[in-house]
């Protein structure tokens, strides 16, 4: 991305919960979740703070992390640009196991169920009422996903929840061009 659009990004992430700042000590229940939190919460401050374009991976409707949102937003800068994204559809099983390839096998006849997560109402509502804030819904694409867990025959997830490389490389291709017009910093 960093060459055909001129930025680089920096990542903070774990696997158990959003990578945001303020997040209240007593709602990461286990100890070593929190001990990750506690780690990593330092990093999170400092990259909020300072970075011009935050991007946030929303899994999920938001309601257990209202405060740290809210507080987030709210120590924003105007300068700052906040682009919350939403989760793409998971799976109710692991399609590498039930397919055993990542080709599509036309003999096995595998129906898969999806949840697809929308933002608590609120939650939109709060991130809509800040100008330096934006959510981007990639629901909107579900098209994409009318083979899941396949794209043109190829397996594109590598576990019930997580697109592998090829597909994140096709989605992002397919939906890129709206989380580009998000970064977009004349429209404030």
Known sequence: MEKEHGFSFRTVTNDEYPALPFIEHRQIVEKKNLDVYLHLEPYIHTEVKSADIILILFA?????????????LDKSTTQQRIIFISDYPSLDRNPVRSNKHFIKDPSRNISYQL???????????????????SYVDLSAYIDFFKDIPFHNDTLMYYDGSHLNEFGAERFSTYSGHKILESLKLNDQ
């Open 60 to 72: 999920g409707e938001g309601k257990r992390w209202k405060n740290s949102i809210q507080k987030m």
């Open 115 to 133: 949840t697809l997560t929308k933002i608590d109402p609120d939650i939109l509502k709060m991130i809509n009422s800040y100008p330096n804030s």
